[in-house]
């Protein structure tokens, strides 16, 4: 939790936010992810000053439960200094013990963003589904709070102006409106207009530029002129020379003996690689997240 400090900006962990989202399909189906096409009602995790605290917090905490569909998960809140956000015990359950800061008795509004990310802790110890290191899992656990329709409250928590900031969780403000962004393309919904901070709807602005970008790589038809001048350079190459430099892009061209070369590259939704023939215009699914891609190989 930054309060008062610096906040990270860019995209410093996107190749870990890309593989949590093909993690989350890998792990839940097309299917399941469909399921949470809608995401947490603003009117659903408010929180008045005029609230029992912990009342207020154990409301909030069961809407994360019913969101994320844990129904035999009861979470108990309590508060106390410390260092970070909030912390969680992952244990057998089904009772969760999740401590909030101390900050959160007088900045209510900002307990929903905090339980989005413990209680995701939760579905995702329930699914066994981890990365590496404490770092990597945090940035999964952000990137499916995000994704999965709850982690726009943690965008939103994000403030900061010339005296003091304030931001929640282990992504830039970028990088969650990066993932929101790809929810939003994915589901048609417009998070946008639940934010009640600028910095937040400037962040979902740059995020979703990005994630456009992904939409515009080569192979794919929709990619610029530039992209496809340099993919028709490196696929000459890779055809009479073998395997060019692939930095710098995210396709790459390998031979195949039972027939023409091939070309991989990411889905630009669930980022799950792809390898089809270099032939010409050709139409490409991807067999995790389902999405028809045009492409010009």
């Not at 413990?118 to 995702?124: D, I, K, S, T």
């Not at 929101?180 to 979902?204: C, I, M």
């Not at 027939?259 to 215009?281: A, D, K, M, N, Y």
Request: charged share 25%.
């Amino acid at each position: 939790m930054a309060n008062g400090g610096p906040v990270e900006h860019g995209y410093p962990h996107l190749d870990t936010v890309r593989e949590s989202i093909t993690a989350l399909y890998k792990r839940l189906s097309y299917d399941t992810i469909h399921t949470f096409a809608t995401s947490v009602a603003p009117a659903d995790v408010a929180f008045a000053d005029s609230d029992d605290l912990h009342l207020g917090a154990q409301r909030v905490a069961r809407e994360m439960v019913r969101h994320y569909r844990l129904p035999d998960a009861r979470m108990i809140i309590g508060f106390r200094e410390m260092t970070h956000a909030a912390h969680v015990e992952l244990a057998a359950g089904p009772e969760y013990f999740i401590e909030l800061n101390d900050r959160f008795r007088t900045h209510r509004r900002d307990i929903g963003a905090a339980l989005a990310h413990e209680v995701m802790h939760v579905y995702l110890h329930r699914l066994d589904l981890s990365f590496a290191g404490t770092r990597d899992t945090e940035i999964l656990t952000d990137t499916a709070a995000a994704y999965l329709g709850a982690g726009w409250l943690l965008l939103d928590a994000y403030r900061e102006d010339a005296a003091s900031s304030q931001k929640l969780g282990y992504l830039t403000p970028e990088e969650f409106g990066y993932v929101l962004a790809k929810r939003a393309l994915v589901f048609g919904e417009d998070p946008s207009v639940w934010f009640t901070s600028p910095q937040a709807y400037t962040a979902y602005t740059k995020g979703m530029a990005r994630a456009r970008q992904d939409e515009q790589q080569p192979p794919l038809t929709a990619a610029g002129w530039a992209g496809r001048r340099r993919y028709a350079r490196d696929r000459r190459h890779a055809q009479h020379h073998g395997t060019p430099d692939h930095s710098g892009v995210l396709y790459a061209f390998a031979p195949d003996d039972r027939g023409p070369l091939r070309v991989s590259f990411p889905c630009p939704t669930c980022h799950q690689r792809i390898r089809v023939p270099v032939r010409g215009r050709v139409r490409a699914r991807c067999a995790l997240c389902r999405t028809v891609l045009e492409c010009d190989t």
